[in-house]
């Protein structure tokens, strides 16, 4: 089984709808973060989570909120979708070794938004 | 503020020939570098890491980097391409433990037969 998974892989919705994006974890980390790619700029991250009750905005987060359920699960919702955020969508997990990160990344979401 | 440029958007190279893909970065002070792999319709994965020590880093699948602190460059590098990785390659950073990674824009890179 995979150690990151991310729910639903594919979503197409319209705009003006809500939408969430969910992201569980086996793996035991405390760090979570939600990215999105988007061709030719990479990866940006929208709002990392340092444990359950720690919520950070990232670089892009504006448009988006999220939720650190527990410590294994980490939401990203959408409030009203616009085709802008059109992209595919990365959830990560983090733990410290040799003093910084490595960071674990699920399969990714494919979010189309008409 | 940190921030990495990888050079070429797209790379092409022909199987058995060497793999070269440029990082640059800019941190005011020694960085951790990454570089991650990601295959079609799959998510990242680590490939090597430099935190301290050793400035010749080796990864998975015969890849490895070397960071030059004179040049702010973290290349990867293979020396004989194989049809399997073709993929998209980023190179990240970050500062300490409690930063935030900042990835590059990624170099696609295509092997040719």
């Known amino acids: 089984d995979a150690d990151v998974t991310q729910t639903p892989r594919n979503r197409i919705t319209k705009t003006g709808k809500r939408i969430m994006l969910e992201c569980s974890q086996t793996k035991g980390h405390d760090r979570m973060y939600w990215y999105r790619q988007d061709p030719g700029l990479g990866l940006r991250l929208i709002y990392y989570?340092?444990?359950?009750?720690?919520?950070n905005k990232g670089e892009i987060s504006d448009g988006y909120s999220v939720s650190r359920q527990a410590q294994a699960k980490f939401s990203l919702s959408l409030e009203s979708a616009i085709p802008n955020q059109t992209a595919l969508y990365f959830c990560?997990?983090?733990?410290?070794?040799?003093?910084?990160?490595?960071?674990?990344f699920g399969p990714g979401t494919r979010l189309t938004v008409l | 503020a940190q921030s990495v440029t990888q050079l070429g958007s797209h790379v092409s190279v022909s199987e058995g020939a060497l793999v070269l893909l440029r990082c640059n970065y800019s941190s005011s002070v020694p960085p951790y570098l990454f570089w991650y792999v990601q295959y079609p319709n799959q998510g990242l994965q680590l490939l090597l890491k430099y935190t301290t020590g050793a400035t010749l880093v080796k990864g998975i699948n015969g890849f490895e980097a070397e960071f030059k602190k004179s040049e702010t460059s973290f290349h990867l590098t293979k020396p004989s391409a194989h049809m399997s990785d073709a993929a998209e390659y980023f190179c990240a950073v970050t500062q300490n433990r409690d930063d935030k990674i900042i990835f590059g824009k990624g170099t696609r890179l295509h092997i040719l037969p």
């Open positions: 990560a997990t983090s733990e410290l070794t040799s003093g910084t990160d490595t960071q674990y």
């Open positions: 989570s340092f444990d359950v009750k720690d919520i």
